[in-house]
């Protein structure tokens, strides 16, 4: 099952949010506007405005709330992708050119921030209050947990824990804003709105589980991107801590010694995947990320059957079971 057919019940309205949103970034600055438009060339799958809708969907039916909430969460996520690219120095973003590799890094932060807050000035003259509250959250939360995952790399000691505070600012916070303000724009009943950010939260923290365990597992030609990333850049994700956890002090000395020094070393990357395997992190990180997906199937049990509840049920699925 691929993503479009996951979504498929939100089709039409999906067409209707890409229409509005191509029309909210035309801007009469010449050079913001060819920025935005290239922005537009590369848009990924959208996925967090299918959860605004199919959230919207779920708890009371589409309205045109809705199609601003999800523009709003749209610009937010690409505003954070572009600055992220910055952060890291990436080159590419979906198969293009990133931004800074086009257009260098001040413009790169300079449009990250003019999306932002058009999303903002956007809510505030429809008077979304409540649609600024969560994004503003997710904006705190995702700079948190940035800023804690880049602290806990220097020291290459990050906790479980810390692992799952990070991504669940880092990544979860913003789906599951998504997914509130799909609810809030359908309905006011406060259980309906808390459940349905459950939802997104634990949804969230698996696909982020998910897509760490990749870095181990993973198809190169089908993620686009070789193994040992995530080892490469010190970046201590799930599997790893729970093998080091498990692994004799000398061992686990060791093994952050390859860290330390990883650099392109893609032989050394290889013994730590080893190592990880060896110590049963992959089956563990697995059983974690099904343990949330389960939670995130049970905050769905008090919406009513139908098309938009059996799409964010299989989106759960599409999540634990995808290969790139």
């Known amino acids: 099952m691929n993503i479009n057919e996951v979504t498929a019940s939100v089709a039409d309205e999906l067409e209707i949010f890409r229409k509005k949103y191509r029309e909210l970034l ?28 199919l959230s919207a969907a779920v708890s009371g039916g589409v309205t ?27 080159e590419m973003r979906r198969g293009l050119p990133s931004i800074n590799a086009i257009w260098k890094n001040k413009i790169s932060v300079l449009i990250g921030d003019y999306l932002l807050s058009r999303g903002l000035l956007y809510s505030l003259d429809s008077g979304d209050y409540g649609f600024l509250h969560q ?17 806990k ?7 479980e824990e810390d692992y799952l505070s990070v991504i669940s600012d880092k990544t979860a916070s913003l789906i599951a804003s998504s997914c509130a303000m799909g609810a809030l724009s359908a309905t006011s009943d406060e259980k309906s709105i808390l459940a349905m950010k459950r939802y997104g939260e634990h949804l969230g923290l698996a696909f982020q589980i998910r897509d760490d365990l990749l870095d181990y597992t993973g198809d190169s030609k089908k993620t686009g991107k070789e193994m040992g990333i995530d080892i490469r850049d010190k970046k201590i994700t799930l599997p790893l801590i729970h093998a080091l956890s498990n692994a ?22 290889g013994e730590v995947i080893e190592f990880v395997k060896r110590m049963d992190g ?37 999540v634990m079971n995808r290969q790139h």
């Open 26 to 53: 035309h801007a009469q600055n010449t050079l913001v506007d060819k920025v935005t438009r290239y922005v537009l060339r590369q848009q990924g799958k959208q996925i967090r405005p299918a959860m605004v809708l």
């Open 248 to 269: 004799a002090p000398s061992e686990a000395r060791r093994i952050r010694s390859i860290l330390k020094n990883s650099g392109k070393r893609a032989l050394k990357r």
């Open 64 to 90: 045109d709330a809705t199609y601003r909430a999800a523009i709003m969460v749209e610009l937010l996520h690409s505003a954070t992708l572009i600055h992220d690219d910055v952060v890291d120095g990436a």
């Open 153 to 159: 790399t220097r020291s290459l000691d990050i906790t």
């Open 135 to 151: 994004v503003s959250d997710a904006v705190r939360r995702m700079s948190e947990g940035e800023i804690l995952q880049i602290q």
């Open 282 to 318: 992959l089956t563990y990180a697995a059983g974690v990320a099904e343990r949330f997906a389960d939670e995130s199937r049970a905050a769905l049990q008090p919406f009513p059957e139908g098309k938009a509840k059996m799409a964010l049920m299989n989106l759960v699925d599409f």
